[in-house]
């Protein structure tokens, strides 16, 4: 999409910078502040290297609702507005700061991007989808546990089996369990599913996933993992009393 649209992008692998911040860090909070300002001192260094003076984020309605003010109860503080430093030097440029989600697919659709019926992503990550620290071999898990949730449910979707989810993913419990594996005992953590219909991301209700394609993704999670997950959970939770990502 960059390309097509002709722009100057680069990628920085960051990686290490961000797992040495998050060490030992769980409280999702924290997690999300930390990111933000992590996610400001990289690009500061790099703008200072270009000369850019402005930072133009994806920043949404629902960002700056769900992290509070004065007025308003802090339900989680999104990376974009809670994380971002007092001592910021860039100048913040946010286009899309009053629209919901669907008014921002609208926009793309207007501007004819390919992205604008793909599921949204979180901002902090793969972070906010890890229960407790975010370590590399816990990202790895989830990362593994979301693509396969991600291809089946999409195949089912084409086979008109159920309808089309908003969002969609996996999220990695760091609580152990007994159970067997290849006749012998193993002791893992546990993958719940998360699937919901929303339209502007301030509500949504559980998807009406088919046992058959829960099973599918329950087998195939335990065989691709089985010696690091050995229980699947499918989460009926709607928005409130749950939000989409559980971080």
């Known amino acids: 999409m960059m390309k097509e649209m002709g722009l100057n992008f680069r990628f920085i692998d960051a990686s290490k910078e961000f797992y040495d911040a998050l060490k030992g860090v769980e ?80 926009v793309a659709r207007a501007l004819g991007l390919e992205v604008s019926e793909k599921q949204p992503f979180p901002g902090p990550g793969l972070a906010v989808r890890i229960i407790g620290e975010a370590s590399p071999e816990r990202t790895e898990i989830v990362r593994e546990a979301c693509n396969i949730v991600e291809k089946e449910i999409e195949n089912a979707v084409e086979k008109k089996l159920m309808e089309k989810p908003w969002q969609y993913f996996a999220v990695l419990i760091p609580i152990k369990t007994v159970g067997v594996h290849g006749d012998k005992r193993a002791y893992g953590y546990t993958i719940a599913i998360r699937a919901v219909q929303s339209v502007d991301a301030m509500t949504c209700k559980y998807s009406d996933i088919p046992h058959t394609v829960l099973d599918t993704i329950s087998t195939k999670i335990t065989n691709a993992l089985g010696d690091k997950i050995n229980r699947i959970v499918y989460d009926v939770t709607n928005k409130p009393p749950g939000t989409v990502e559980w971080e």
Not at 28 to 55: D, S, T
Not at 66 to 90: A, F, Q, W, Y
Request: contains cysteine; hydrophobic residues 30%.
């Open 27 to 106: 409280d999702p909070e924290k997690k999300r502040k930390i990111i933000g300002e992590k996610f400001i001192c990289i690009f500061e260094k790099v703008a200072k290297k270009e000369k850019i003076e402005y930072l133009v984020q994806g920043t949404i309605a629902p960002d700056w609702i769900e992290s509070g003010d004065e007025l308003r109860d802090t339900i989680k503080s999104h990376h974009n507005v809670g994380g971002l430093p007092e001592t910021m030097h860039l100048k913040l440029v946010e286009p899309l700061r009053d629209l919901y989600k669907d008014e921002v697919r609208k």
